[in-house]
């Protein structure tokens, strides 16, 4: 049973950085993609940045292309999100998930993690 635990977020004033952590256990995750998704009070959740684990390749949502990077530590089965120029509207509860890798990434994942909460004040 794959388990994802998230942790890493807070508050943070326009402009700062903050780095979420996603520790992944259960499974092998090589054949596996990592996404992050971040729901806002009143929408729906979208998303917001994904990687396949093996071949390191990413995806970004448009919104936040140039201030977000996903990574991944494999001795730690870890997969991070660094966010920086966080923005007011960056606010939301930030999800981690993990799906069997497909040609699409942005969507249709399996498994998914607590959500940790990102506070951007302006």
């Known amino acids: 049973q794959v388990q994802l635990v998230e942790s890493g977020g807070g508050l943070v004033q326009a402009g700062g950085s903050l780095r979420l952590s996603c520790a992944a256990s259960?499974?092998?995750?090589?054949?596996?993609?990592m996404g992050w998704f971040r729901q806002a009070p009143g929408k729906e959740r979208e998303f917001v940045a994904a990687?396949?684990?093996?071949?390191?390749?990413?995806y970004y949502a448009d919104f936040v292309k140039g201030r977000f990077t996903i990574s991944r530590d494999n001795a730690k089965n870890t997969v991070y999100l660094q966010m920086n120029s966080l923005k007011p509207e960056d606010t939301a509860v930030y999800y981690c998930?993990?799906?069997?890798?497909?040609?699409?990434?942005?969507?249709?994942?399996?498994?998914w993690g607590q959500g940790t909460q990102v506070t951007v004040s302006s």
């Open positions: 990687m396949t684990w093996s071949a390191g390749f990413r």
């Open positions: 259960g499974r092998t995750f090589s054949s596996y993609a």
């Open positions: 998930a993990a799906k069997k890798s497909s040609p699409v990434v942005t969507i249709a994942y399996d498994d």
